[in-house]
Structure formats: C-alpha cells, structure tokens
C-alpha cells in the first residue's frame, strides 16, 4: 500500500512540473521572451490546478506501467485536450488579447509528448529489468507457436506468469520469420528441430487450424522432447485476470475426431427461441452440453430431468451460475407418465430432449433387466405423455450400437428408436423424431479417461482388439446438431450425424502415449515406458461401428446432417410385446426377456 501511495505521489508531483514546463517552454518558443519576470506564471498554474484532478479523476494514476499500450497514449491526448480547453475558456477571460492558436496546439503536442513519454520510457525499463531478472531465475523457457492476434495477446499473459520466461514467437509465414512482435522475434519453425534455443514448453496459439495440420505439428515437437501447450481462445481470454494465465497440455481430444462445422445459427435459434425446453438425461455429457447450448439460444424456460440426485445437482449448479433463463431441475423416474403428463402441462413444454439412458455396454451385460427397463420403458412412457400433452417435438437420441445390435444396450437403443417410429405414425400433434450418432470425446464412459489413467498409473493400457475403430465426434458439436435436426424435423425422421473417418483405437492409445511423453513398450522397444496389452473383445461389443441398418441417407440442408431411410419392421403387437417385456422383467425371467427382444429386433445377434 506505501509502494503505491508512493509511486502515484511521485508521478503527480512529475506531471505538475511537466504541465508547468509545457507552458513556460510554449511560451519561450513562440514569444521569444528571455526574461523570467515577464512570463504568465498564472496560467502555468492553473494549467496545474485543473489538470492534476483531471488526472487523477479520469484514472491517469490507475494505469500498470508495466502494460501501458496505445489506448493509454489516446487517453492522456484527450486528457490534455480537455485541459487546454479549459485554459483557453480562462485565458479569454483574464486576458482579452488571447494567445495565438500556434501556442496552444504546441502546447497540447508538447505537454502530451512529455506525459506520455516519460511513462513509455519507464514501462520500457522496468520489463528490460523484469525481463533480464526473470531469465536468469526461471529455467522454464516457452515459445508461443503463432505470431498472430491470438499469440499476441497470450504473450502478454505469458509475461505475468512467474515460472515461464517467454523468449519469443515461431510461424510459418515467411514474411513475419525474423521480426518482432511485442519486442519478441519471430523464428523459423525449424529451431524446434535439435531444440537450440533451450526451450521446454511450447503453446500453440492458433485461432483456426486444421487437426491433421496440428498432429503434424504436435508430433514434430514431440519428438524434440518438448511439451506443447494450447493456449485459451480469444474469448476465454477476455474473462481471464491478467496475473493468473492458464496454459492447458495438448491433449488426444485436441487432435481427435475431424474439424467440426460451425452451427447453423438460424437452424439453431429457430428451433429454440421463446420455447420451453425439456431435457432428460440432463446430468449426462449430451444432456448437460445440449441444456448449455439451450441457455445461450434464449430459451424461454429450460427443465432438466435425471434420476441421479448428485448428476442433477451438478449439471443444475453448473448452468444456473451462468444461465439468465430460468432453469427448473425435475428428479424424476421417467417412467412415471402421470407426473411426465402433469409436468408437461403445466410448464407447457414444446420440446424434449431425450438423451436419459444407460450406455454402458459391459456393465449393461451384466445387468440385462435394468438396462432394458430403464431404456425402453422411460422411452415409451415419455412418448406417451408428450403425444397426451401436445407437445411440438419430441427428439430421440440414439446410437451407433443400435444398427445390428450384439448388445443389450444396443438392443434396447433400437426398440426405442422402433416406438418413436411408431408414435410418429399415430395421429397426434407431437414430430417424433430420432438422431443416430457414434461416440462422443470426453463422454462418460469413454474409454480416453480409462486410457488416460491407465496411463498415468504407468501401464499397461488394456486394449480388446488392434483391429478395433471407432468414430468420435466433439460433445460440443454433437449437441449442436441435434438442436439443429429438431428444427429439420418433418416428423418420423431418423436423422444421421455425420462423423467423420473411423479412429483405429490402436493409433489413437499410441498418440495418447506420445502426448504424455512417454514411449510405447514393445518387443522392438524394452526400453519404453507403457505397454499396451490386447486383452480380447468384451462381451457384446464389435470391432466396427455403423450406422445404417439397410436403406440410404440423403442429404439436408446441413453439411453434416442426413435423414436416412432406414427399414423399420414394426411389429403389429409392439405395445403387446412391450406389456409382455415389463412383465417378464417384474417377474426377473431372464430368457423371456432375451426372446422378446429378439422378436422385436430381429437383427439383434449376441456376442458373448
């Protein structure tokens, strides 16, 4: 606090006498006056008397000299534009025969040259000092991989953090390659090879750059035993205190999956502006991403639904602090059609979101009736309340492992895609409608956060078959195109996301392990670090995923959504055979089960 009170008193006490000496300079210069005696020694003063307070009340003294930037130059020439206004009003006063304009303007461009500066010529100073002292304490030497805006504004960042000592920028261009930019140069992205400069860490600022680009980019540093960091996005760094600068590693979710396509905005508002919107399933990775992406689409009214309390809490804290819609958190069993109904009435809900279900395959194996009742029968009775209370949209979302299932999960996916298909035929006034789409990065359940400790714990990394390939789609954009196929909705539609090349699960533990700067321990490597032990496929589970059963996909309006025509066998005693299914589950008879649920997907073929 006395640092402070004492840095501003000093730099008060020097823009009086620069206020005093513009004036007194001025005057010299265009008077030609020698004589101490016949200057205006009143107007120096009140130069001083108005412009301190000016200063101080337009926060001249709040500024870090240390960050001082352009828009501190613009605010102090309209500080002392002000004051030479002033003084002008003034002197016209006191002095009829005014001073000739040549003397106010030199007198503006004078005291702002001075006030400025003496504050460039200290910021400049102190980061010389700061910069010199840091290099010889801090060890840890990084280097920002992009002198673009987004490199720019992070090195600033970069600056404050104490453990980092920032010793420049790398890019490719060719004309910015031995520059400088904020006083750093600018290298040729080949100083990484051999590492010369002594660098420990690199961040990646990149605004917009192509995945298979940034594996190349990754791996060559990589390879020089250097850590790579992705540096925060523009706008995370509006909202980010300049002394705490947060720098994230590279991770396999950064270079997975293909470059995603920016929303559709009238796609995405159209479908839920001004509307009530329930999501189930709403403490899930789809659900909770869709309830975010709902509350920045002004929503009317947001309800999130799960039968998990602590899931509910989460997700209902998490969006509640930043939600200016109203959120409602229901903790409900979806099987019960009456309170659904009741709900339904009376929030007026013109939307449901349908992500509630258990997805677990293996676990799922091993709890057949619970997986079977809590898929299908949460599905119908929604389907039932939402056709009972009109609702405008009901969307379903499904999965990969719904097309020729081998699993219960997979199986029960599909009877539910089969009542929505039925209901979609009724007469009612609710679109029912289905998105199929494979695995989401980052979900629960994934196997990246069992591959990442796996990882962590030294090895081996289980993995059931080499051969296995998977597709993998962000939450975020995943979410974005069901909002986006619900406005597409005609009704009875099975809408297909796009997903991209499959991953080969192999390269992809491989790449996880390159990420973590280790090395893969094999028969050609026993010196490395992780191995990788193939432990055999699990029970129901394939090596490959797709996602038509038979039919065809046609395009829509959207890149990245088709409506397939898939073939769906309804059987004409569906809701028979369902009455049948949740009396065999009741009465825990596991092979009447196993039987229903292959009469009502034929195509279901077990792997044990």
Known sequence: MKQKILRRTI?????????????YFS????????FISDQPYWIYIFGIIIGIP???????????TRYLGSQSLYKIILRNTLIVFILIFIEKIFNPESFKLNYWIFYLFLL????????FIARDIINYIYKHRRSKIYSSNILIYGAGELGSRVSKFIENDKKLNLIGFIDDNKHLQNRYLNEFKIYNPSVIKNNKLGVSKILICFSNVKKENLKIIV??????NIEVFRSPSIEDLKDMPITQPKLNPISILDLLGREPVKAQEDLMKKCIKDKVILVTGAGGSIGGEICKQIINLKASKLLIADHSEISLYKINK?????????????LTDLSEREFLKKILKEHKVSIIFHCAAYKHVPLLESNILNGLKNNIFSTLELCKAAAEASVENFMLISSDKAVRPTN?????????????????????????????FGNVIGSSGSVIPLFEEQIRKGGPVTLTDSRMTRYFMSINEAAQLVIQSTELSNGGDLFLLEMGEPVKILDLVNQMIKLSGLKVKSKNNLNGDIKIKEIGLRSGEKLYEEL??????????????YRAFDKFIINKNLFEDLSELKNSITNNNHNDCIKIVKKLVPEYIKID
Not at 219 to 224: D, G, L, P
Request: aromatic share 12%; net charge positive; glycine share 4%.
């Open 11 to 23: 730099l008060l006490l020097m823009d009086a006498f620069l206020i005093f000496f513009a004036g």
């Open 27 to 34: 005057f010299l210069y265009h008077y030609e006056i020698s």
């Open 54 to 64: 000016i200063y101080i009340f337009t926060g001249q003294y709040s500024a870090i």
């Open 112 to 119: 702002s040259f001075l006030i400025s500066g003496i504050r």
């Open 219 to 224: 791996e060559e540093i990589r390879q020089n």
């Open 318 to 330: 998490t969006i509640s602090d930043i939600s200016k819609i109203k959120v409602i958190p229901i």
């Open 408 to 436: 219960i999960m997979g199986a029960s996916k599909r009877i539910c895609e089969i009542i929505v298909k039925d209901f979609s035929e009724q007469k009612n006034k609710t679109l029912f409608s289905m998105v199929r």
């Open 548 to 561: 038509l059963v038979d039919g065809e996909a046609r395009k829509t309006i959207h890149p990245r959504i």
